[in-house]
Each structure stands twice: as structure tokens, then as C-alpha cells.
């Protein structure tokens, strides 16, 4: 099982650009990674995936090393919205399952 | 277009008593998996379904069973429901049932057991 590990959680200001790196260091090689965002009572709001180098979306860029055992979620010029629970995640080659951890509780502030 | 699908949003349920909950998956989409998410934690796997057949189980009891129906639709059913079954159940789809696939989730059924 691919575990990953993440800052429990960050404060930020608005306007700023926050990043959080997660490490996973017994990823598999056709595994993929996935980020989602969860508002309290809400289902999680998938932000990004990738599998090697960098992806960038209207929302996010995910930076990933060489080595894929970490990956580093960028939100830029973050709003006080962005106040939620983000989760990295292995999406496994095999199978589909999604194994969540307990998230980086990110705080923006005024 | 339409998200993942879930009802009921929420509901209120007797120690002891059973429950269904349905959902219906992003159109297209033919694999449907459960999620359980207890208050404070991330949410834990239950079930995958693809193609009408169980693909993943994760490590709940046998009261807990799904299926899946011809037009990719899903039931969760929980039976002799416990205090400790009350959370928020997920619902998630995507294309197949291969990994790399992108996951949706619905909002999600409060389940609350009284």
C-alpha cells in the first residue's frame, strides 16, 4: 500500500501562494497522484493528477521529482475559499482505490 | 453536466435498523465505489463495483453490501446498523475501474444512527 505523509496543517494569507509537498515513498510505477480538496460536509473536489514532471491546471500545478516519491501541490494566490482539508493521494494502477490519509488542514487569513 | 448523484443527503436511523443509499454515477462512467467518512477522519474504501461486479472490498463487516445495476446506478446497504456507523458515505465514480482513471465524488448521504 502506497502510504503517503503530509503536514497536518498550514496557515496562509490571502493572495499568497501556498505549497504542500507529500511524500510517497513506496509508490509504484504505474501508480498516479491525485489531490482533492474537502469542504466541511462535502464530498472531496478532485484538483489534480499527474504521474511524472509537472502538471498545471486552471486551479493548481503539481510538481513531481524524478524519483515520484514526493509531490508538491502549488495553489497560487490563494482566497480565503481556499480554507479546506486537501488529501494526497496514490491512485493505484491496480485496482482503482483510492487510500486516504488524514489530509493538510490549510487555514487562509485575511 | 451532472456530478455523481447521491440521496439521501441526509437521514436519521435507529440502532438496529437497516439502510439504502443510491447513487448514480457521472454519465459515461461505469465504475462506482463507496466511502465512508467518519467525522475528523479522511474517508476509508468500502466497496468498487465495475460492470455490475465487486472489484475491491475494503475492511468493513458484512453488514455492509453493494451492488451495482444495468445503468451503472448504486446501492449501498448497511444492515443492524451500530452508533458507530454514523458518517458521511461517499460516493465516487470514474470511466473503468483501472487505475489512473480520475475520481469523481458526489456530496455525499449523512447518516446519523440514533
Known amino acids: 500500500l502506497a502510504k503517503t505523509t503530509q503536514p497536518i496543517s498550514m496557515d496562509s494569507y490571502e493572495g499568497q501562494e501556498v505549497n504542500i509537498t507529500c511524500s510517497h515513498n513506496?509508490?509504484?510505477?504505474?501508480?498516479?497522484i491525485t489531490w482533492y480538496q474537502q469542504f466541511p460536509s462535502q464530498g472531496p473536489r478532485f484538483i489534480i493528477q499527474g504521474y511524472k514532471t509537472k502538471v498545471t491546471n486552471e486551479v493548481a500545478s503539481l510538481f513531481i521529482p524524478a524519483d515520484r516519491k514526493s509531490s508538491t501541490l502549488s495553489l497560487p494566490r490563494v482566497s480565503l475559499s481556499d480554507t479546506a482539508v486537501y488529501y494526497c493521494l496514490v491512485n493505484k494502477a491496480a485496482g482503482n482505490k483510492l487510500t486516504f490519509g488524514g489530509g493538510t488542514r490549510v487555514l487562509v487569513k485575511p | 453536466d451532472a456530478g455523481v448523484t447521491q440521496s439521501p443527503t441526509h437521514l436519521i436511523k435507529t440502532r438496529g435498523q437497516h439502510v439504502t443509499l443510491r447513487c448514480s454515477p457521472i454519465?459515461?462512467?461505469?465504475?462506482v465505489s463507496w466511502y465512508q467518512q467518519v467525522l475528523g477522519q479522511g474517508p476509508q474504501f468500502i466497496f468498487q463495483?465495475?460492470?455490475?461486479?465487486?472489484?475491491g472490498r475494503g475492511n468493513f463487516p458484512d453488514r455492509f453490501s453493494a451492488r451495482q445495476f444495468p445503468n451503472y446506478s448504486s446501492e449501498l446497504n448497511v444492515n443492524a446498523l451500530l452508533l458507530g456507523d454514523s458518517a458521511l458515505y461517499l460516493c465516487?465514480?470514474?470511466?473503468?475501474?483501472?487505475?489512473?482513471?480520475?475520481?469523481?465524488f458526489g456530496e455525499g448521504s449523512w447518516l446519523t444512527v440514533v
Open positions: 465516487a465514480s470514474s470511466l473503468t475501474s483501472q487505475g489512473g482513471n480520475t475520481i469523481y
Open positions: 513506496n509508490i509504484a510505477t504505474n501508480d498516479y
Open positions: 454519465s459515461g462512467h461505469k465504475s
Open positions: 463495483y465495475y460492470e455490475k461486479e465487486e472489484r
